[in-house]
């Protein structure tokens, strides 16, 4: 059974840091693309950070340089790390794949519950 779990999510102030993890069961995180995607309620869904099976990332431009995508395979987990976080990053992050694609973008069949980034002074 394929299952995500997300977790990390916080408040921190502008200019502030967060990890996020996303464990996998049920698939090998290095064989498909894992994504990253947030969505703030009322918005559409953006998608954030891909990882594919070999290993390139993608990033949406408004986060390149400021997050890393990367994938531990013994622990089976994709992190995002997100470094100076801007009052325009809080959303529920959620981490997906299609368990079929091994370049990004995956289509979002399997996902995560999400966590919830805040971001304030």
């Known amino acids: 059974q394929v299952q995500l779990v997300e977790s990390g999510g916080g408040s921190v102030q502008p200019g502030g840091s967060l990890r996020l993890s996303c464990a996998a069961s049920g698939f090998t995180v290095d064989y498909y693309a894992i994504g990253w995607f947030r969505q703030v309620p009322g918005n559409e869904r953006e998608g954030v950070a891909c990882?594919?099976?070999?290993?390139?990332?993608w990033y949406k431009q408004s986060v390149e340089g400021r997050f890393t995508i990367s994938r531990d395979n013994p622990k089976n987990t994709v992190y995002l790390q997100m470094n100076s976080l801007q009052p325009d990053d809080p959303a529920i992050y959620y981490c997906?794949?299609?368990?079929?694609?091994?370049?990004?973008?995956?289509?979002?069949?399997?996902r995560g519950q999400g966590t919830q980034v805040t971001v304030s002074s």
């Open positions: 990882i594919s099976s070999d290993g390139i990332s």
């Open positions: 997906a794949t299609d368990i079929v694609r091994r370049l990004c973008p995956p289509k979002i069949d399997y």
